[in-house]
């Protein structure tokens, strides 16, 4: 794992790295809790008796629910295991490469785990 130093974007300052962690798990978990939300009323529509002239309609609404808060439960995931790099010492190093991730992209996305290059290669 690369060492690099502040210059090199990879020791964010370990408080603002948990706020920016506990600020996004927050905000997923509000959204985690609105769409479970939505899920239900629209399997509750589903259910009641009346107009069946698109039943279509009524499933991709609950599968798009249950894409959405699969893609939301993978988030938090992402930042499980960004507070376990931000403990281990290794939080704003690619888990991929040991390079530091820039500043920049961290607080734009603090769950992170490879530098732009690294997302971006199919590699």
Do not use: H, K, W
Request: hydrophobic share 35%; proline share 4%.
């Amino acid at each position: 794992m690369c060492n690099q130093g502040a210059a090199s974007g990879g020791m964010m300052n370990q408080e603002r790295a948990r706020a920016l962690l506990r600020a996004e798990r927050t905000r997923v978990e509000g959204l985690l809790e609105e769409t479970a939300a939505a899920g239900e009323e629209d399997r509750a529509a589903a259910n009641e008796p009346g107009d069946l002239t698109d039943p279509e309609v009524g499933l991709t609404a609950e599968e798009t629910d249950d894409a959405v808060s699969a893609g939301l439960r993978e988030r938090l995931a992402a930042l499980d295991r960004a507070d376990r790099r931000l403990d281990e010492g290794t939080f704003g190093y690619s888990i991929r490469s040991g390079s530091a991730i820039p500043e920049a992209r961290l607080e734009a996305d603090p769950a992170a785990e490879l530098t732009v290059e690294e997302a971006e290669s199919p590699t």
